[in-house]
């Protein structure tokens, strides 16, 4: 379901040895092609690595914009402690179903929660759900800017912000693609991650590019 379709044989290496999918993701992502979700999730290399950002800050309160079918969902949830809890915001009421459904699967009800509409309209109601340890950005791209905005309002010293897919597909610095919505909110927020005082931030370049930063 990754970018990361033709692995070469150290790729598939480092998969089958560091990242790979367990039997319950194997069959999310088989269930999600099935009722037809877009191949768009992150891969299992990232999915790793956001559990290993989760065990370096010790989150316990993660915020994810954009759940899809639940699968890098699933990778963080099963990182947080017993009493961790990750809330996922999600436009489409199919996919925050398929979501909830697999969650369950997976043994992961009672640690995450999925509020359904736009997230522009779900994260003012998150206040009391502040500060967040990590936020993972990966919805709609030309509102990234404004997830960028709220994740800096809902974040503490030490909170790890993320953004997928920088990339756009290699089209982000492509001339040609310059007036694309999508490419110039991913740009406007790259160029604010970079730039933001309040933040370290680097572009780690898995798949499609996932931005990190973490507040200082
Ligand atoms: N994080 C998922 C993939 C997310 S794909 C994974 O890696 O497994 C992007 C998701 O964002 C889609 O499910 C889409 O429905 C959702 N989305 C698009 N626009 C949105 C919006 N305005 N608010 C919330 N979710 C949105
Ligand atoms: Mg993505």
Known sequence: MSVLNNLSHYDQFLRNTFHADDAGLERL???????GLPP???GPEQGKFLQLLIQLNGATKVLEIGALGGYSGAWMARALPSEGKLIS?????????FTRRQWAALGLADKTEIRVGPALDSLPGLADEAPFDLIFIDADKNNYPAYLEWALRYSKSGTVILGDNVSMGGRLADPEHQENPGIRGMRQFAEEMAANPRLVST??????????????
């Open 89 to 97: 915001l999600e436009l489409e009421e199919k996919h925050a179903l």
């Open 203 to 216: 572009v780690v370049p898995y798949a499609d590019g996932i931005a990190v930063g973490v507040v200082k």
């Open 40 to 42: 768009i999730s992150i």
């Open 29 to 35: 992502q088989a269930e999600a092609k099935q009722e």
